[in-house]
């Protein structure tokens, strides 16, 4: 995949917002479902609940059930969660296979590898083979503590979309092995879902929006975003110990009081908070002027549990809520008529994130490209 053109709209090279229809209008909506959501990697749920041998997780996405399952032969494997008989659900929640994935209407059962195992009365069923039916395959992955899927089995591989965010990010967190699932934010925003996700991919409004932020859990004066062909990475330099919102441990690496996330076309975020804290941010579309934002939160064992659940309980209390004001803000102001599009802060060095929106004209460019919309989109 290419990166698009930048998109100008006058000669002397201001970039224009996308249009507001684009972020309400239910038809692009529908569009962006199949279009993007369908072909490209999501967040499925946490690799510690797959680790063992038989273990399994389901989720929902672009509107199709998946199950995830550690096979016998310790191989991960995603499928749409669906019986290839009569179309019956298979898995819900999480938990453990002896045996086989076994449908709850008519008994299939498959192995956990996909395949038809057994069919009741399949002997007596002329012509029926199952060795041709098996369990239709999605694209699977673990990046950090998490496992992706996609939809599309043809989707290029994570590390060829996003090179060296694998690795950029375990040198941010050397100890992502002892990481742990603590806790999830979760909040229903009243905005479409590219609201929720250009507002977490600038820090154009942190300074005047988010005091907790700026004073205590990022460098402003050094934040950084870089734009990579379908992904971002943010950092900021070291934040003083003792500054910081809660207290960070010096031992878990070099990185332990720096900042940094990697924004994942086209909607989540690996983040490292100091102390090698690790957070991912999925903005799930919900319809035209819904999104659904899921917040996790993973902490090594040198953060006390108490401790943990400050940081959680404070994140929500400043930085969330003072971001949910914002998006649904936004979101009624695209609803008026007294308003189609604006004019993008693109400076022109493209370094000090906290002056620029070069970040949002990227990720429009995406969609435009992603979407097949012409350069007036």
Known sequence: MALPEKVSNDNSGIQLTLPSRCFTDPGIYAREEELIFRRCWQPAGYSEDVAGKGDFITARIAGHDVAIVRGRDGVLRAFFNVCQHRGHRLLKGKGNLKVAITCPYHAWAYGLDGALRAAPNADNVCGFDSGTVSLQQVAVDEVGPMVLVCLDRDVDPFDVLYPDVRQEFQAFVPRMGEVAFHRRSSAVLACNWKVAVENYGECYHCRHAHPT???????????????????????????????????????????????????????????VNPGSNVVVFHFMPNGPESTIANIDWFFGPWVAEAERDRVVDDHARTTLQEDVDLVEEVQIGLNNLGYDRGVLMVDKNQTTAGHSEHSVAHWQNLWRTTMGENEHA
């Open 213 to 271: 932020l700026v004073s205590s859990l990022i460098d402003a004066d050094s934040y950084r975003v870089e734009l990579f062909e379908w992904h971002h990475r943010h950092s900021s330099g070291s934040v003083p110990v003792g500054v910081t919102l809660y207290e960070v441990n010096p031992d878990v690496g070099d990185q332990a009081a720096n900042f940094a996330n990697w924004l994942i076309w086209p909607n989540y975020s690996f983040q």
